[in-house]
């Protein structure tokens, strides 16, 4: 058998399922795309997560646009995190140009352009439908992983939590919680003592700079009402996947609010959604693009709170792919959770890129065809390694691989497409709508009110009494004045000097 026909059989042999599957393109060998030698991921383990990494420019964002695509037309709809803003594109056809059918004859696929169902949204002042949660909804335990708090830190958010609990005080924005906490070392101290113990004042103003350091990054526009329904990101039309995309363009700068969302998202995905086991194909996957942002700037319980649901939320049907520049940006932990893996080239331009690249390779199947280290430094643009997991949970052979062009436009929509999507939309009526109802922070400046002018109602003087005798404000006058040493000095001599005049009188009359 010649190496080429090994080749063909090899990857025919590790690609043999009995569901459905998406192609993402063809084997290469020896420079040569091998037509017989298509690249297929089964639907059923793409709830197992997955890595696209590379660096700049070799392709990762089309191959992530392809992902997406190929799982929309199987009717499973996914959400993408977009924040170099290039992922639009995705609603309009592509265009069909002679270097993309040529691909397309090499990889044996039909091209047809087509736009796909696309969902704009934004934590931010980006144009979409706007996603909020409360502060309610995120818990004490995981307020404190985003605000990383100490232990004496964390049981402040918890009293905090359990006094709004107890006394029906809804927490929905950061407003919300900065009042709360003024309040219990301020005008509800007694009663946070009697109820709770002491409270530390250090603590809670460490609390309150931390909140305000989050609200800096533009937190106080993601939290509040109305909460997003995680349900709604699971829809189809015409029977294809709805791809949301998540405009977070002018957030590159601000990773605490970027993780804080991502971990918001997980967490009530897998919350929300229930057990589905082994299922034919997934309910949802997640595609986090520009990954290290979450990974890089998260505390240790940040991370520890990621990787568990990272390794629990594929029971609820769910995979989470994460779009980075090297495997090195992700934990090990994580890592090695991973199914399907993406690798486009990498650049080696210093001895640490040379050290990275041997570990790379060192996390993919052996295969006799490839030296992988040399070929992770020598694929072109829109080429990659990719293994993935089959039916049986097995690692499917490593294929050097060339991706298959979008069927969707590779470009951005323009400012005018852009705002007929979103006025179009259904959800957009249902989310963009603003709303700032009674709570903690109008509820406890109620309460104050009220103390305050039942003070100034007790305060007021009462009618005075009709009578010669003297008062009791009168007496108590006289007293105070008597106890004062200069009045009693000034009084002596006043007696004195009257004393000497009336005697003085007598002499003068004698």
Same mark, same amino acid.
């Given at each position: 058998?010649?190496?080429?026909?090994?080749?063909?059989? %090899?990857?025919?042999?590790?690609?043999?399922?009995?569901?459905?599957?998406?192609?993402?393109?063809?084997?290469? &060998? =020896?420079?040569?795309?091998?037509?017989?030698?298509?690249?297929?991921?089964?639907?059923?383990t793409?709830?197992?997560?997955g890595?696209?990494?590379?660096?700049?420019?070799?392709?990762?964002?089309?191959?992530?646009?392809?992902?997406?695509?190929?799982?929309?037309?199987?009717?499973?709809?996914? *959400?993408?995190?977009?924040?170099?803003?290039?992922?639009?594109?995705?609603?309009k056809?592509?265009?069909?140009?002679?270097? $993309?059918?040529?691909?397309?004859?090499?990889?044996? %696929?039909?091209?047809?352009?087509?736009?796909?169902?696309?969902?704009?949204?934004?934590?931010?002042?980006?144009?979409?439908?706007?996603?909020?949660?409360?502060?309610?909804?995120?818990?004490?335990?995981?307020?404190?992983?985003?605000?990383e708090?100490?232990?004496?830190?964390?049981?402040?958010?918890?009293?905090?939590?359990?006094?709004?609990?107890? @006394?029906?005080l809804p927490?929905?924005?950061?407003?919300?919680?900065?009042?709360?906490?003024?309040?219990?070392?301020?005008?509800?101290?007694?009663? $946070?003592?009697?109820?709770?113990?002491?409270?530390?004042?250090?603590?809670?103003?460490?609390?309150?700079?931390?909140?305000?350091? &989050?609200?800096?990054?533009?937190? =106080?526009?993601?939290?509040?009402?109305?909460?997003f329904? *995680?349900?709604?990101?699971?829809?189809?039309?015409?029977?294809?996947?709805?791809?949301?995309?998540?405009?977070?363009t002018?957030?590159?700068?601000?990773?605490?609010?970027?993780?804080?969302?991502?971990?918001?998202?997980?967490?009530?995905?897998?919350?929300?959604?229930?057990?589905?086991?082994?299922?034919?194909?997934?309910k949802?996957?997640?595609? +986090? =693009?520009?990954? @290290?942002? *979450?990974?890089?700037?998260?505390?240790?319980?940040?991370?520890?709170?990621?990787?568990?649901? +990272?390794?629990l939320?594929?029971?609820?049907?769910?995979?989470?792919?994460?779009?980075?520049?090297?495997?090195?940006?992700v934990?090990?932990?994580?890592?090695?959770?991973?199914?399907?893996?993406?690798?486009?080239?990498?650049r080696?331009?210093?001895?640490k890129?040379?050290?990275?690249i041997?570990?790379?390779?060192?996390?993919?199947p $052996?295969?006799?065809?490839?030296?992988?280290?040399?070929?992770?430094?020598?694929?072109?643009?829109g080429?990659?390694? +990719?293994?993935?997991l089959?039916?049986?949970?097995?690692?499917?052979?490593?294929?050097h691989?060339?991706?298959?062009?979008?069927?969707s436009?590779?470009?951005i929509?323009?400012?005018?497409?852009?705002?007929?999507? *979103?006025?179009?939309?259904?959800?957009?009526?249902?989310?963009?709508?603003?709303?700032d109802?009674?709570?903690?922070?109008?509820?406890?400046?109620?309460?104050?009110?009220?103390?305050?002018?039942e003070?100034e109602?007790?305060?007021?003087?009462?009618p005075?009494?009709?009578?010669?005798?003297?008062?009791?404000?009168?007496?108590?006058?006289?007293?105070?004045?008597?106890?004062?040493?200069?009045?009693?000095?000034?009084?002596?001599?006043?007696?004195?000097?009257?004393?000497?005049?009336?005697?003085?009188?007598?002499?003068?009359?004698?």
């Open positions: 058998m010649s190496k080429r026909d090994s080749f063909i059989d %090899v990857l025919t042999k590790g690609q043999t399922y009995k569901k459905d599957f998406i192609t993402l393109g063809t084997g290469i &060998l =020896d420079g040569e795309a091998i037509t017989e030698a298509n690249v297929k991921v089964p639907l059923k793409m709830n197992r997560h890595l696209i990494a590379g660096a700049t420019g070799t392709g990762k964002t089309k191959t992530l646009q392809v992902i997406a695509e190929q799982l929309s037309l199987k009717g499973v709809p996914s *959400v993408l995190m977009d924040l170099k803003g290039d992922l639009s594109g995705l609603a056809p592509g265009e069909v140009k002679d270097f $993309i059918i040529s691909r397309s004859e090499k990889i044996g %696929v039909d091209y047809n352009p087509q736009g796909l169902p696309v969902e704009l949204m934004s934590i931010s002042d980006e144009k979409g439908v706007k996603l909020k949660a409360t502060v309610s909804e995120f818990g004490p335990v995981l307020m404190s992983q985003i605000l708090l100490n232990d004496t830190q964390r049981g402040v958010m918890a009293l905090v939590f359990r006094y709004c609990d107890l @006394h029906h927490l929905l924005d950061l407003k919300d919680l900065k009042r709360v906490l003024q309040f219990i070392i301020n005008e509800g101290k007694e009663q $946070i003592k009697a109820e709770f113990g002491q409270v530390s004042s250090a603590s809670v103003n460490t609390i309150m700079r931390k909140i305000i350091e &989050l609200e800096q990054q533009g937190a =106080d526009k993601f939290f509040g009402e109305r909460s329904e *995680v349900n709604d990101f699971v829809r189809t039309e015409d029977g294809k996947g709805v791809i949301s995309i998540i405009r977070l002018d957030i590159q700068s601000k990773p605490k609010l970027f993780s804080t969302f991502m971990l918001s998202l997980l967490s009530e995905v897998y919350e929300t959604f229930p057990e589905q086991g082994d299922a034919d194909q997934p949802l996957c997640i595609f +986090i =693009d520009e990954a @290290h942002l *979450v990974f890089s700037n998260a505390s240790k319980d940040l991370l520890e709170k990621i990787e568990a649901i +990272i390794k939320i594929r029971s609820k049907g769910v995979g989470v792919y994460f779009c980075t520049q090297t495997p090195t940006d934990p090990d932990s994580v890592l090695g959770q991973l199914g399907l893996k993406v690798q486009h080239a990498l080696a331009f210093t001895a890129d040379r050290k990275a041997t570990k790379t390779a060192e996390n993919y $052996i295969t006799e065809f490839y030296d992988t280290a040399e070929v992770l430094t020598s694929m072109g643009i080429e990659a390694l +990719i293994t993935a089959s039916e049986k949970g097995i690692p499917t052979p490593l294929a691989t060339l991706v298959r062009a979008p069927i436009r590779m470009d929509l323009t400012t005018s497409e852009i705002d007929d999507l *979103v006025s179009n939309s259904s959800l957009t009526a249902k989310y963009n709508v603003h709303l109802r009674e709570s903690a922070f109008e509820m406890l400046n109620s309460k104050l009110d009220e103390v305050e002018k003070q109602k007790a305060t007021l003087p009462g005075k009494p009709r009578t010669t005798t003297r008062t009791t404000q009168d007496e108590s006058l006289i007293e105070e004045l008597s106890k004062n040493t200069m009045v009693r000095q000034i009084g002596r001599t006043i007696f004195r000097e009257l004393t000497r005049g009336i005697l003085g009188s007598f002499s003068r009359r004698r």
